[in-house]
């Protein structure tokens, strides 16, 4: 597998240093797929809510009303929970 080499501060070494003789990681390179893949994901997160987002303001204005809504809501949270 094709490797990069990065140049990082001293107080940032030394936290990975920290970070892998902990065992909380194996090595550096862990350290940092790790904090790639936690970015991947949060990106791809960020991105599907600006989509949901984008398809509710195209959408247009809806007829109902606040207290409508709410209810749905609460419904909603009450069957996730099972109740």
């Given amino acids: 597998m ?14 990975i240093d920290e970070k892998t003789q ?13 904090l ?4 991947r994901e949060r990106s791809e997160k960020i991105a599907a809510m600006q989509s949901a987002v984008d398809a509710g303001l195209a959408s247009g204005v809806g007829d109902r009303t606040a207290e409508d809504l709410f209810e749905t809501a609460r ?5 996730a929970r099972g109740a």
């Fill in 2 to 15: 094709p490797g990069i080499t990065i140049a990082l501060p001293d107080d940032l070494k030394d936290w």
């Fill in 36 to 39: 790639i893949r936690r970015d």
């Fill in 22 to 34: 902990s065992g909380e990681f194996s090595d550096s390179g862990a350290y940092v797929s790790d």
């Fill in 75 to 79: 419904r909603r949270v009450q069957t």
